[in-house]
């Protein structure tokens, strides 16, 4: 699998060699060279090693200006899938960038689209303090979640986050003029008995000051008709008898 870039100051066809000899060995070279499982199946050794392909019969191309044109676009793929961490099994091959007969340099550029897509949803997640998706699953269109529809969801982000900030602002709003509401009855209540208060107090004064009138009145009668303040006690407490 591409776990590093492909190093132009030496022979891209020695690279290319190493990473056929390993992949000769697999089912899918099996399956490559002979066909699905059936009567044509053969051993993997029956697999030409890089080196003994006949000229002109090897599946990767050999012309040297090709070879330096796609490991350009290789290796820009290959960044992509160290940056972002793709699993290897979902990696072409080194030997896959010079393939020859399958379009590869547009299958390359297909999948650096794909996955600077995948880069820019992950940096918008990661902006907006999301959940981080899976970088393979939305390479592969696997998972939960297309990214297509990731792409939709951290779009229109900003928004849902606004209205759910606006959202709580108003019922931190609401929360706040509730308790100012609770406390403007609680002072309309103490004002209230404050004034009821008030009122007894005044009141009872007002009585208070009757009485005192009352008795003023009849001291300066009594004083008018020559009793003494021993006489006005002593009449009081007849009274209270």
């Keep these: 699998m591409a776990t590093t870039l492909i190093n132009t100051r030496k022979s891209i066809m020695s690279q290319i060699h190493a990473s056929w000899n390993e992949f000769r060995s697999t ?32 599946p990767w191309t050999t012309k040297q200006s090709v070879l330096e044109r796609n490991a350009v676009h290789a290796n820009n793929l290959i960044r992509l899938y160290i940056a972002l961490d ?13 393939e020859v007969g399958t379009g590869i340099v547009g299958k390359i550029k297909e999948q650096i689209k794909l996955l600077k897509r995948v880069t820019k949803v992950l940096k918008k997640q990661q902006q907006f303090d999301m959940d981080l998706s899976d970088a393979t699953d939305m390479f592969l269109s696997h998972g939960p979640w297309t990214l297509d529809e990731l792409e939709r969801r951290v779009k229109k982000y900003p928004q849902k986050m606004k209205d759910i900030k606006e959202a709580k602002k108003r019922n931190a709003a609401l929360r706040r003029a509730k308790k100012e509401q609770k406390r403007k009855d609680a002072v309309k209540k103490k004002n209230a008995a404050l004034r009821r208060t008030e009122d007894w107090i005044q009141a009872n004064k ?16 009594m004083a008018d008709d020559g009793y003494t303040i021993k006489d006005v006690i002593a009449e009081l407490e007849r009274q209270l008898q």
């Design 27 to 58: 089912d899918e070279a099996m399956v490559l060279m002979f066909g699905e499982v059936g009567s044509n199946y053969s051993d993997y050794h029956d697999i030409p090693l890089a080196k003994n392909f006949e000229k002109g019969q090897e």
């Design 86 to 98: 793709i699993k290897m099994e979902e990696r072409m091959l080194i030997w896959q960038f010079f």
């Design 206 to 221: 007002h009585g208070k000051n009757v009485v005192k009138r009352e008795m003023l009145k009849k001291w300066k009668a």
